[in-house]
């Protein structure tokens, strides 16, 4: 890959019926509104396409925080496949597809915001080689 589309491709496997696809789309739409949505080519999951600032963070690190978004917001998992930057996706037939021309951008704010608790970063070791002082 020479560079990034600055587009992140969630997919969202076994969403249900029209109705259940129908009503997840609403949902999605009240919280970040994506450049493009549609059904998935099994006919039951939902390809919701986001613009990202690849600047900002990695490919990876929205990743971690579109998997913890859809967690916290719709208690759903996307696909893990997902994580892989190169993965094609195919678009499909869908007259009900939602596209917009100004979608919202995903930046470093939403990955500080979505992304997981990062460990603090300790010297390896510096409680390991501390020795307690004995006094005769």
Known sequence: MIQHSNYFCVDIDH????DAIEAMKQRVLKVYKPALMFVSPSGDGLKIVYQ???????????????????RNEFNIEIDEKCKDVSRAC????DPECFMSEAP???????????SPVQPRNETPGAIINQQPIIEK
């Open 104 to 114: 919202t951008i995903m930046d470093k704010t939403f990955i500080n915001t979505f």
């Open 90 to 93: 195919f678009l499909c037939y």
């Open 52 to 70: 990202i600032d690849t600047g900002q963070a990695s490919h990876e690190q929205f990743f971690s925080a579109f998997q913890t978004f859809f």
């Open 15 to 18: 969403v249900g019926d029209k």
